[in-house]
């Protein structure tokens, strides 16, 4: 019985191959092959064997296995390749890619960037403003951008001016004058600060938007 238990514990660890040996009540195990010797028939499994009296046995059987093919493994049809769109380099795609990503009319942010700097990327104002949208050092420090880099700086311009929007409650003549004189000043005036610049400022803006129908 021990020898019986031995064999059909290494038979269930033994990959199927090879032949069964049927036992005399019944019982089928699988090994690898045997020899016999007189009465004494070995069982060979892996790496061991175990003997067996041959009146134990009533023969042995092939084990029938027969190798499956290869799975074949259908063709996947080819995922159909979307060309990306080429990243916004002059200006007008920036402040047309900046305003479509905030939620802005396109030529408000245009005529924003005329009005600032003529749409010149190395544009730096006496006060120190740079690039396409005019960021002074620390606007763009606070909005965490590099103002000397276009996409950065018109994107961070059509932001602020978006939270300038916000801010304002959507009026947009105190959020351009916010934008060119910055908050404090509509802050303190309580609406848009005497300046002249400010005033011409929001007055060229309001014109452009007007003559492309942006403004009614």
Do not use: C, W
Not at 96 to 106: C, E, H, V
Not at 192 to 207: F, H
């Amino acid at each position: 019985m021990r020898l019986l238990v031995l064999i059909f514990t290494l038979a269930a660890t033994t990959a199927f191959a090879g032949e069964y040996a049927v036992l005399a009540s019944g019982a089928r195990l699988h090994i690898d092959r045997h020899e016999a010797d007189g009465a004494i028939v070995r069982l060979f499994y892996g790496s061991g064997f175990a003997e067996m009296n041959l009146t134990s046995l009533r023969g042995f059987e092939d084990d029938g296995l027969v190798t499956p093919p290869p799975a074949v493994i259908p063709d996947t049809p080819a995922t159909p390749q979307v060309a990306a769109r080429p990243p916004a380099t002059t200006p007008l795609e920036l402040a047309d890619a900046a305003a479509d990503k905030y939620g802005l009319p396109r030529e408000l942010v245009r005529s924003v960037m005329a009005a600032e700097s003529g749409m010149a990327p190395g544009a730096v104002s006496p006060k120190g403003a740079i690039g396409l949208m005019q960021l002074m050092p620390e606007t763009a420090h606070v909005l965490g951008v590099n103002p000397y880099d276009p996409a950065q700086n018109v994107d961070a311009g059509a932001r602020y001016l978006r939270d300038l929007l916000e801010k304002y409650n959507y009026g947009l003549r105190h959020a351009l004058a916010a934008y060119n004189a910055g908050p404090g000043a509509v802050d303190k005036y309580n609406g848009i600060p005497p300046y002249r610049e400010t005033i011409d400022y929001i007055s060229r803006i309001e014109k452009k938007l007007k003559n492309t129908n942006a403004l009614k």
